[in-house]
């Protein structure tokens, strides 16, 4: 793919996503936060040859419906194209052939990250059930030299203009549709629109310790074995481009591994079977645990598990990962998702502070003047809404609920329709059906047709269970002047069935079925799946992130100390609870942060009863599998994990998502989202062959899963009402 160079400064900024998520956010027609400016191709975080070049033959078509070309071109280019990937030059062709004025800027060579496989690696047309619409051939499954042949012979027989080694700067807006794309050799090139179709893997990262700069000793890219024979060769790092150069070295080398952690963790299944081998054979080293402290002249000086250890060495060759252009595009003005700016913590501070107003405050206010006393402050202006409603909602806090239900129903619906996945449809469907009836619906409706709903004890308790439910154990005064004294019958049977929901129904259906309550069945998870949905890939990410989960089980002990302490009859600590946590954590904190944390806060640090089935998914036969050798490291499953889980890692080894050791919640979204289609709730389908008679997995058609995967990139509030817009 096109690459760019960072930029003339290091910018600082702080992100709660890994580097690899960190993308740009962009409207349904790949337009980022800065208009004019275009994000195609491997930057938008889908690393496929064939989606990337069909998104560069529709964004032109976008373009033109848009009126992305109309008006005077005031000696401007039409577009200026940053990067020759398979992006940038599907682009460039359609440019061409609707007879616009345009550029191909590249820093090195056109496709230059498949230039950078190592020699006989394959170029894999995937997902092979997702048609070609552009007119790059890059259908087939080609290795790289012959990948690359037809790139070169594409270039040369359209006449496409690419300019080879011309490296990007900056790019400078000086007004609507105009932009200077500035290079370091100093020239500038004007145009109306700016298509960035760099590639993600930018700048190799380099090791920062004495003599590990880029040199003949010490090189951060791996091209061919027939440069290297007969040498010491240390190759420093954990994935599968490091495991795939050193087994492709060791044959004709003394090739050992450094990696910093105890185990490898994401190669696929078929490299670490090789490197077993390999091991095995005493034809290559493994040294885990370990790190580069220095490189001098004939040796490396490595830290291995805590001791020093000096290895003969001629070359080193590091691949620890490669650093995303994000500075490029934090310097274009481009807004990133995970990043988080001046106008985001101000946007977060406004959210936290609605919040608290609905959960702290809203029960002080009215919408009918009837209903205003001394404690009760009536809001104007909604009064016409009573012809409609009952009384029942005057309380702004409950119309707040309503609404929260209404948003559930409408929400569920669009994303379902929007999806057109059989598990989105069942999962949001599912909840909208618990909502609407056992949850809050029906319990509702029976206070506001008949004013009293004697059934409520049993009713709130039918699915909300405690911990989640604090009050879940206490028995409601429900009998009084002329009532029936079997009234008294349903509080008792609502306590005994909470107690048989928590410690027996619950516990079973979770080593059963997973934590599927979290998603299908909780009020909060139904919120999160519909009308948090957009919000889903801005949760937390890494090493600290998943540390802080940790703390769910002090909340079990608060949650325990709270309700027996109320048993016995001392009612403060349930109150500081209840204000503390059931309210300021999982109501004000947890949605205020939605569009900017992601919608599963509660769930996932502070939730007493998600924590309670974190236990016993210990023994749960749940499970997400991934079909064997297909997944294709595209991250595109991390990326919208809320519960910050590393299913790409699992699904190239092909080992299941479980609930022995991840949070899991079934919410399904994985599935939905992969491109290959090659994660499944359970088992995995049968194995059925491609027409052409390779392994394929299962039989499938396209779906709209990909589609949605492909065509909804990262969306702002803005993008979210233009998608709106388009259709």
């Not at 450094?258 to 185990?263: H, L």
Request: aromatic fraction near 10%.
């Amino acid at each position: 793919m096109g690459e760019a160079r960072s930029g003339s400064r290091k910018r600082r900024h702080f992100a709660t996503v890994p580097p690899s998520e960190i993308l740009p956010v962009v409207d349904a027609d790949y337009q980022s936060s800065v208009r004019g400016i275009y994000v195609i191709g491997d930057v938008t975080g889908l690393p496929l040859v064939k989606v990337a070049a069909n998104q560069g033959a529709e964004l032109i078509e976008k373009m033109r419906r848009s009126g992305a070309f109309k008006g005077a071109g005031n000696g401007r280019l039409d577009l200026v194209i940053v990067g020759a990937g398979p992006a940038g030059l599907s682009a460039a062709i359609e440019a061409q052939k609707a007879g616009l004025s345009y550029v191909v800027l590249e820093r090195e060579r056109p496709a230059n990250t498949i230039r950078a496989f190592p020699k006989g690696k394959r170029v894999y047309a995937e997902p092979r059930f997702l048609k070609n619409a552009s007119a790059l051939p890059v259908e087939g499954d080609r290795v790289r030299d012959d990948f690359l042949a037809v790139v070169d012979d594409t270039i040369r027989d359209l006449n496409l203009d690419v300019r080879s080694g011309v490296e990007v700067e900056r790019i400078v807006k000086s007004g609507d549709h105009q932009f200077a794309v500035e290079t370091t050799a100093g020239e500038s090139f004007e145009g109306r629109n700016v298509v960035v179709a760099v590639g993600r893997q930018g700048h190799p990262r380099l090791l920062d310790v004495p003599g590990a700069e880029p040199s003949d000793r010490v090189t951060y890219r791996f091209h061919t074995p027939d440069d290297y024979d007969g040498e010491d060769l240390l190759v420093v790092g954990g994935g599968n481009s490091a495991v795939e150069t050193a087994l492709m070295l060791c044959d004709r080398n003394r090739v050992s591994i450094s990696y910093r952690r105890d185990a490898f963790f994401r190669l696929k299944t078929g490299n670490q079977q090789r490197l077993d081998e390999a091991v095995a054979e005493g034809r290559l080293e493994v040294l885990f645990e370990s790190n580069v402290r220095a490189v001098r002249e004939g040796e490396v000086v490595l830290d291995v598990q805590g001791e020093e250890r000096v290895l003969h060495n001629d070359r080193v060759i590091v691949l620890i990962g490669t650093l995303p252009p994000i500075d490029f595009l934090l310097d274009a003005g481009l807004e990133l998702d995970g990043i988080w700016t001046k106008k985001r913590v101000a946007l977060s501070i406004v959210g936290l502070l609605v919040a608290y107003f609905v959960y702290f405050q809203a029960k002080h206010f009215v919408l009918r003047p009837e209903a205003a006393d001394a404690s009760h402050h009536y809001i104007p202006g909604f009064s016409w809404i009573f012809y409609i409603l009952p009384d029942y909602f005057t309380n702004l806090y409950g119309m707040y609920y309503l609404l929260y239900f209404t948003l559930i129903a409408v929400f569920g619906l669009c994303w379902a329709i929007r999806y057109n996945h059989r598990v989105i449809w069942r999962r949001n469907l599912t909840a909208i059906f618990v909502q609407w009836t056992l949850w809050w619906g029906v319990p509702t409706f029976l206070a506001v047709g008949l004013g009293r709903n004697v059934w409520t004890p049993l009713l709130a308790r039918s699915l909300n269970a405690w911990p989640l439910n604090m009050l879940a154990f206490r028995i409601d005064p429900l009998v009084g002047p002329g009532d029936p004294a079997w009234w008294r019958v349903v509080a008792f049977v609502g306590v005994v069935w909470a107690v048989v929901l928590t410690f027996i129904v619950l516990p079973v259906f979770t080593v059963l079925v997973g934590k599927h309550y979290c998603s299908h069945v909780c009020s909060c998870g139904a919120l999160a799946e519909t009308v948090g949905n957009s919000f889903r890939h801005r949760g937390p990410k890494g090493g600290w992130a998943r540390s802080l989960e940790r703390m769910g089980f002090v909340f079990i002990a608060l949650a325990s100390v709270a309700t027996i302490a109320d048993v016995l009859g001392y009612g403060l600590p349930l109150s500081l609870y209840n204000v503390w946590v059931g309210t300021l954590l999982s109501g004000v904190v947890a949605i205020g942060l939605y569009p900017f944390l992601g919608q599963r806060l509660w769930c996932r640090y502070w939730c007493p009863l998600a924590f309670w089935m974190n236990f016993w998914g210990r023994w749960s036969r749940f499970k997400i599998s991934p079909e064997h050798g297909k997944c294709i490291d595209c991250n595109v499953c991390n990326q919208y994990c809320q519960m910050g889980i590393d299913i790409k890692s699992r699904a190239l080894q092909g080992v299941p998502v479980t609930l022995k050791d991840t949070p899991c919640v079934a919410c399904g979204e994985c599935v939905a989202r992969c491109p290959m289609e090659i994660l499944h709730l359970g088992d995995p389908p049968p194995q059925k062959p491609y027409r052409d008679g390779t392994d394929a997995g299962p039989e499938r058609t396209v779906t709209a899963s990909i589609h949605h995967t492909l065509d909804f990139p990262r969306m702002n509030d803005k993008s979210i009402k233009n998608r709106k817009e388009t259709g």
